[in-house]
């Protein structure tokens, strides 16, 4: 005996069998608008069906790069959602950043490379872009571990007195205060 996928109660009578499901005929309804499906033609989003008006209106996506109707796998990032081939890196290296950690600039994705490359703050001692925790001192952003004695080298740390140089160096308090 067949259990009805819509009410979850037994089938006695009259059944339907579609999306791999059972249902009583009354049940295969629509999962947006919830009216019952009667046409044959009708569409399917997560594993439930959706008439096929629900589905022009609410389900299909419209592709945020080419704006066209996506009727294949979808890319949903952003509040939006893309064609898989066209959610790409917005910098130059233009990658597919689908099941990618990326970065968001101006309503665009970026990989990471990218991002940094073109706008992570670039470290005051090494120069290299900053993706995390920074120290922020001398009109800039510094790695905790570059934030160091120009002339001795050895790190300063947060609540130590220091100075700068003329190129916006730090000099410990040991050193040249």
Same mark, same amino acid.
């Given at each position: ?64 790069? !080419?704006? #066209?109707? %996506?009727? =294949? $796998?979808?890319?949903? &990032?952003?509040?939006?959602? @893309? /064609?898989? *081939?066209? +959610? ?37 001692? !090494?120069? #290299?872009? %900053?993706? =995390? $925790?920074?120290?922020? &001192?001398?009109?800039?952003? @510094? /790695?905790? *571990?570059? +934030? ?30």
């Amino acid at each position: 005996m067949a259990t009805c996928f819509g009410c979850k109660e037994e089938i006695k009578d009259k059944m339907l069998e579609a999306l791999n499901k059972s249902w009583h005929p009354e049940h295969f309804a629509c999962k947006e608008c919830k009216k019952r499906i009667t046409e044959n033609k009708f569409h399917e989003s997560n594993g439930q069906p959706v008439c096929s008006k629900c589905y022009d209106s609410k389900v299909q996506a419209i592709c945020a790069s !080419c704006r #066209k109707m %996506i009727t =294949e $796998k979808v890319v949903k &990032a952003m509040g939006k959602a @893309w /064609h898989l *081939e066209h +959610f790409i890196c917005g910098g130059p290296c233009k990658q597919q950043l689908s099941g990618q950690t990326f970065f968001e600039r101006n309503g665009k994705p970026y990989c990471t490379t990218d991002y940094e490359r073109l706008y992570a703050p670039k470290c005051g001692g !090494c120069k #290299k872009a %900053i993706s =995390e $925790k920074a120290i922020s &001192a001398l009109d800039g952003k @510094w /790695h905790k *571990e570059c +934030f160091k004695c120009k002339l001795c080298k050895e790190p300063i740390g947060v609540d130590s007195k220091f100075r700068s140089d003329k190129d916006k160096q730090p000099i410990c308090e040991k050193c040249g205060i």
